[in-house]
C-alpha cells in the first residue's frame, strides 16, 4: 500500500509558476511510475505528466508540453511538478499517482493516488 500526499498548490498571476509535490510513504516506491493528473470542475481527470521509476523516461500531455518538468527523488520518495507561464486554464485539482506496471497516461492504470491539491491561476 503507497500513501500519496500533494502540496505545493495555490493561486497564482498568469504567467507565474509553481512546483508541486508529491511525498509517497509505504511500499516501494522506486519501483512505482509516477503521474500528475488534473481536474477541473465539471471536467473529467486528465493526464499531466508521467515519469518511470528511474527517472529516465517521462511523458506529458501536450496541454502543458513546454511548460511542466516532472522529476523524482527515490532517496526522498517524492515526485515534483515543476509548471511555468501558468494560464487561468491550468486551473485544477492536480492528483499525484503511483503505477506499478511502467510509464502510463491512463488514469486506470494508476493504483494509488493522493487527495490532490488546488491550483488556481488568476488572469
Known amino acids: 500500500q503507497v500513501q500519496l500526499v500533494e502540496s505545493g498548490g495555490g493561486l497564482v498571476q498568469a504567467g507565474g509558476s509553481l512546483r508541486l509535490s508529491c511525498a509517497a510513504s509505504g511500499g516501494t516506491f522506486s519501483t512505482y511510475a509516477m503521474g500528475w493528473f488534473r481536474q477541473a470542475p465539471g471536467r473529467e481527470r486528465e493526464f499531466v505528466a508521467a515519469i518511470t521509476w528511474s527517472g529516465g523516461h517521462t511523458v506529458y500531455a501536450d496541454s502543458l508540453k513546454g511548460r511542466s518538468s516532472i522529476s523524482r527523488d527515490n532517496a526522498k520518495k517524492t515526485v515534483y511538478l515543476q509548471m511555468s507561464s501558468l494560464k487561468p486554464e491550468d486551473t485544477a485539482v492536480y492528483y499525484c499517482?503511483?503505477?506499478?506496471?511502467?510509464?502510463?497516461?491512463?488514469?486506470?492504470?494508476?493504483?494509488?493516488w493522493g487527495q490532490g491539491t488546488q491550483v488556481t491561476v488568476s488572469s
Open positions: 499517482a503511483a503505477a506499478k506496471y511502467g510509464l502510463a497516461t491512463d488514469l486506470r492504470q494508476y493504483e494509488y
